[in-house]
């Protein structure tokens, strides 16, 4: 199975600030597919970005994913105050479909 | 608006077993994938298993196969998760999740609230 890991594990920024975001595969993700979420406390998880790159309906374009193969990113490029949660990656291109641990983005 | 509601949890000893349910509506519930997501207390999330749209396709994690099978009702708009000899371990949060296709080879695109799922003595 992928193991997907991502840091840091917790990013302590205010807001206004840009987020970046690290999601490293054990092994190539085929077809760059990679999904990011955001949970925010005692919420389900949201769909962010898709295919790496793509946004979810309804995001705005602060959010942008990149990356390919073993090496993915999710930059937030103003914090909102409703952007502090924790965010996942998620590979869907081999299963298991597998999860990171999580990034908490907290406010300093 | 699409929703997904469910139902089934509770507290459990292990060995026993449990069913859960998920609601859908908002959408054409046959046309897309489904799935159960869980998240053990203060964890991140695991994908448990899923179907594809007429269920010819289905996917478990390692740590489930034998024990759990989910299944889909399309006539009624619903998912099943039924658990046995249930662990500790499996002690989570479950979620159904909806895919964005019918294929289930992807990614989730929208969540229910999930129902708690205690494996104790």
């Known amino acids: 199975e992928i193991v997907l890991t991502q840091s840091p594990g917790t990013l302590s920024l205010s807001p206004g600030e840009r987020a970046t975001l690290s999601c490293r595969a054990s092994?190539?993700?085929?077809?760059?597919?990679l999904a990011w979420y955001q949970q925010k406390p005692g919420q389900a998880p949201t769909l962010l970005i898709f295919?790496?790159?793509s946004r979810a309906t309804g995001i705005p374009d602060t959010f942008s994913g990149s990356g390919s193969a073993t090496d993915f990113t999710l930059t937030i490029s103003r914090l909102e105050p409703e952007d502090f949660a924790v965010y996942y990656c998620q590979q869907y291109g081999s299963s298991p479909w597998t999860f990171g641990q999580g990034t908490k983005v907290e406010i300093k | 608006e699409v929703q997904l509601v469910e139902s089934g949890g509770g507290l459990v000893q292990p060995g026993r077993s449990l069913r859960l349910s998920c609601a859908a509506s908002g959408f054409t519930f046959d046309d897309y994938a489904m799935h159960w997501v869980r998240q053990a207390p203060g964890k991140g999330l695991e994908w448990v298993s899923g179907?594809?749209?007429?269920?010819?396709?289905?996917g478990y994690v390692d740590s489930v196969k034998g024990r759990f099978t989910i299944s889909r009702d399309n006539a009624k708009s619903s998912l099943y998760l039924q658990m046995n000899s249930l662990r500790p371990e499996d002690t989570a949060l479950y979620y159904c999740?909806?895919?964005?296709?019918?294929?289930?080879?992807?990614?989730?695109?929208?969540w229910g609230r999930g129902t708690l799922v205690t494996v104790s003595s």
């Open positions: 295919g790496a790159s």
């Open positions: 092994q190539s993700v085929s077809n760059s597919y």
């Open positions: 999740a909806k895919g964005p296709y019918s294929s289930f080879i992807y990614y989730f695109d929208y």
């Open positions: 179907l594809d749209w007429n269920s010819n396709n289905i």
